[in-house]
């Protein structure tokens, strides 16, 4: 008998052993779930590819980029007053109640040579959710007449988003804007 109760005792430590060792766990897994931390990414080296210095002063060069922005059919958004700064957006479908619009973001700054022109482009995905919406009223008095409406309404919905990384993307562009400057 007493033999048989040790074993119920090492049963009982092993079970309170396992049970320890599951919740630690899932503490620790629990703790590595949380987002990531993006700015551990970030570089801030000297030659990003989000920058290119173009020898021109900085009004031609901010006016290049809205023209290879407009060629493009991208919508300019807004354009500083001292048009150095400018905001494009371009909106593609990509299925029936899906689409991405590509928000592109430069500034022109004079450099000791020439003109520094920085670029961004963020692309947003969204979906477009109908929402319906019926109401109804009844005349109990009067007999069983009931009056219905229904009304659909859309709703666009942020599904996803990033910065372009792509430096093909960025190469791209500054070429667009060294053809509208007429520069080898």
Not at 51 to 80: I, K, M, W
Not at 104 to 125: D, I, M, N
Not at 134 to 141: A, E, M, T, Y
Request: net charge positive.
């Amino acid at each position: 008998m007493r033999q048989e109760a040790k074993q119920r005792l090492r049963c009982v430590l092993k079970g309170r052993n396992l049970a320890l060792f599951c919740a630690c766990v899932l503490v620790l897994a629990g703790c590595g779930g949380g987002p990531p931390e993006h700015f551990l990414e970030e570089r801030f080296g000297p030659n990003g590819e989000h920058r290119q210095v173009f020898d021109a002063p900085p009004a031609r060069v901010c006016a290049a980029a809205q023209a290879a922005l407009l060629e493009q059919g991208y919508v300019l958004a807004s354009v500083s007053p001292d048009q150095l700064t400018l905001v494009g957006a371009k909106q593609f479908q990509e299925k029936d109640n899906r689409f991405a619009t590509l928000q592109v973001q430069a500034a022109c700054r004079p450099q000791a040579k020439g003109t520094a022109l920085f670029v961004t482009a963020v692309e947003s995905r969204f979906d477009v959710a109908q929402q319906k919406e019926k109401s109804g009223i009844g005349l109990p008095l009067v007999g069983p007449i009931t009056v219905t409406s229904a009304s659909s309404s859309e709703a666009q919905v942020q599904r996803g988003g990033q910065t372009v990384e792509d430096p093909s993307f960025y190469r791209r562009f500054f070429g667009a804007v060294r053809r509208a400057l007429r520069l080898p």
